[in-house]
């Protein structure tokens, strides 16, 4: 019986195997042979493996196991195995994934991911609880409350980090350069982030704005803030994109679009099947373009804010100070399958316009200034009692930025490229 059930599927995956790509390439898919490179020999030699160790499996092992358990744990390993970011999604998960941007959660206000299999903070939000508790980019989560991380990929993460506001979790960290685990006791909580959390001119008529997320209204919040600046004469842009996680693709190329001329190129995307593959460029009528940029990052930087200092640094319409980026600029889309389940697969990467990939390499900036963990946590801003805009002109990376923007001469020097990046 189970050699039998075994037979249908491994008909049905071979089915599924040949077809798929032609499903995923869009019009016309004899155009596109070479994306299948497995043949049915192939194919059948393989899954027949698979079949003899599930038909072992169910005669040897000490307990009774569902031939659906094994086929879903055999996948969740499958899809691991490719990379960080893609899943295998149980009919339950991907129906969680589906409906959670409906009802509230508790959260901690932290973007993860896996680096090297551990799990990672890419970056805290600014006003969460994360934040506040002083957990920055970088640090490895190596417990949640008393479970190891060390099977877990990020949905298990996820979901054991959400919960219902007002409880605690605790949280097991190792941070770069220490040797001590630090432990940290947080209440979740709503998380509602503003995209834009200050904007401002700090001196000598140079404008200050902090993106901390892209959302969907962070292009029309931007564009306010501009206008704002604009009205008091602003002559140069800090635009600070330091320990901001990411967000929405289309947003980044709103940001973009505020600075660059129509036409300009913002990103790019590249994967195995062609039809996926898209290229970006700016649609703006009336850009800002009469004051220089420059761009604040850190190694909390991902995904949309590479994206955005990527495309105004390769178009020559800013300069990057601070710290690499952490360099997560992949693609994911989620394939449902015929039971209710659903694949996350990695799909395609991003490039910036010079056509440099962003995943694993990050934005090198022109001017490297190393953060100062005391000018960023959350904890040690509440000390000193400083005012937002006395904390930023105390702040290393911002000094540097005006330094640069009020010397026009290195500024083009470094822009037209004829002085190498610090």
Known sequence: MMRKKLSLFITIILFTVIITPYLLSAKEPATEPEI?????????????????????????????????????GALN???SSLDSHSSFLTPEDFKELRTETKGEFGGLGIKITLRNGILTVVSP??????????????????????????????????????????????????????????????????????????????????????????????????EKALRLLSKKKMKGLILDLRNNPGGLLSASVLVSEKFLKRGDPIVSTKGKIKEQDGDFKSRAVRPY????????????????????????????????????????????????????????????????????????????????????????????AKKKKLSTKERLLKDEQVKAALELLKDEE?????????????
């Open 36 to 72: 299948r490179k497995l043949t049915k020999e192939d194919i059948f030699g393989d899954l027949e493996l698979f079949a003899d160790a599930l038909v072992l499996i169910d005669a040897n092992y000490v307990k009774d196991v569902k031939s659906k358990d094994m086929i879903y």
């Open 77 to 79: 390993g499958m899809l």
């Open 125 to 222: 939000l600014e006003g969460t609880p994360a934040f506040e508790a002083g957990i920055l980019p970088g640090d490895k989560i190596l417990k949640i409350d008393d479970e190891t991380t060390e099977d877990f990929d990020l949905d298990d993460a996820v979901k054991r980090l959400r919960g219902i506001p007002g409880t605690e979790v605790r949280l097991t960290i190792i941070r770069e350069d220490e040797d001590a685990l630090r432990e940290f006791k947080l209440k979740r909580a709503i998380i509602k982030i503003d995209s834009i959390k200050e904007a401002s001119i700090l001196k000598d008529k140079l404008g200050y704005i902090r993106i901390v997320d892209f959302q969907q209204d962070t292009g029309s919040e931007l």
């Open 289 to 380: 373009s009469d004051f220089p940029i420059a761009i604040l990052q850190n190694r909390g930087s991902a995904s949309a804010s590479e994206i955005v200092a990527g495309a105004l640094r390769d178009n020559k319409r800013a300069l990057v100070v601070g710290e690499k980026s952490f360099g997560k600029g992949s693609v994911q889309t989620v394939v449902p399958m015929r039971d209710g389940s659903a694949l996350r697969l990695t799909t395609s990467y991003y490039y910036t316009p010079s056509g440099s990939i962003i995943h694993k390499k990050g934005i090198t900036p022109d001017i490297e200034v190393k953060l100062v963990r005391s000018e960023t946590t959350g904890e040690n």
């Open 410 to 422: 290195r500024y083009a020097s470094l822009i037209n490229g004829e002085e190498e990046p610090q």
